[in-house]
Every structure is written in structure tokens, then in C-alpha cells.
């Protein structure tokens, strides 16, 4: 909050003194955030909650599906950020969340791969890391990443 200063609304400066009647979304709707750098307005975000909403009860599903299996929440989360990140920034409806999608499916070998890179300190080194067996697989799925996007997304 340093760059914030938290204003209690005018309309009710008693707010934070009888909260037992108020909800959590109230109180957030009456304290106002004043940004001291107004170049980003939280507005422009308002138009992708329908999509992350939309993502997100695609994975709630899922989940009850389950019927209270053990989980793997990996791969679910990375299909919902994936899903939600090509609808918002690129317009790319993948379904990946219910479908095989290709282009998830890199995504999640890539971030698996990375993963065991960075939990592998003689793995750091670039030219180490190209000459083994993930990183030859990583740089394979990688070219393959880029072709994608330069095929769907120019």
C-alpha cells in the first residue's frame, strides 16, 4: 500500500466502527483506492471477469467431478491460467481446460522441464542443460511452441 493511500468513503467515515453487520464485499466497496499513479485504471480489467468467471467454472466442474478423488491441481491449474491468459490477451478460444490442445500440452512438458531445471543447479547452465536429455526434449517443444505462434498468431 505504499503507493496507495486508503480512503474510507466520505458517504461513511463510521464504517470499520459497526462491522458486524456488514459483509466483506461491503466494506470493499466502501474503501476507496486512490492510486497515486493514475496511468493503469482498474476498469480495464472489467471486461475479462465474464472470461476468468467462465475459465474458472469450467475447472470448478472438473474438480466436482471428481467425487473427492485425489487430484493432480498441476495440470488443471496450468490448462485454467493457460485458457484464461489466450482468451483474454490473444483471443484464442483452446478449450484446453476440456479438450487435448497441443499448444497446452507443450506448455505443461516446457513448465515440467523448467521445473526440474531449476530444482537442478548443474542443470543452470545453458550449455549443460541443451546437451541433456531434457534439455534436448525442452528444446525441441520449444521450436515446436514458436511455430505455433507464428502460425496461429500473425
Not at 38 to 47: A, D, M, R, W
Not at 50 to 72: A, Y
Request: proline letters at 4%; hydrophobic letters at 35%; glycine letters at 0%.
Amino acid at each position: 500500500l505504499s503507493s496507495n493511500r486508503m480512503q474510507v468513503h466520505k458517504q461513511n467515515p463510521d464504517i470499520f466502527e459497526n462491522t458486524k453487520n456488514l459483509s466483506f464485499l461491503d466494506v470493499l466497496l466502501t474503501i476507496k483506492y486512490e492510486d497515486d499513479t493514475p496511468s493503469f485504471h482498474f476498469n480495464i480489467l472489467k471486461s475479462y471477469i465474464d472470461i476468468f468467471n467462465d475459465t474458472t467454472n469450467i475447472m470448478v466442474e472438473q474438480l466436482r467431478d471428481t467425487k473427492r478423488e485425489p487430484v493432480e491441481i498441476f495440470p488443471k491449474a496450468l490448462a485454467l491460467t493457460l485458457d484464461t491468459i489466450l482468451k483474454c490477451l490473444v483471443h484464442y478460444d483452446s478449450n484446453c481446460q476440456t479438450e487435448y490442445d497441443e499448444y497446452a500440452d507443450i506448455m505443461y512438458r516446457l513448465s515440467e522441464l523448467s521445473i526440474d531445471r531449476v530444482f537442478d543447479p548443474v542443470k543452470h547452465p545453458i550449455k549443460v542443460f541443451i546437451n541433456t536429455s531434457n534439455g534436448k526434449e525442452y528444446m525441441k517443444l520449444r521450436k515446436r511452441f514458436l511455430d505455433i505462434n507464428r502460425k496461429d498468431y500473425q
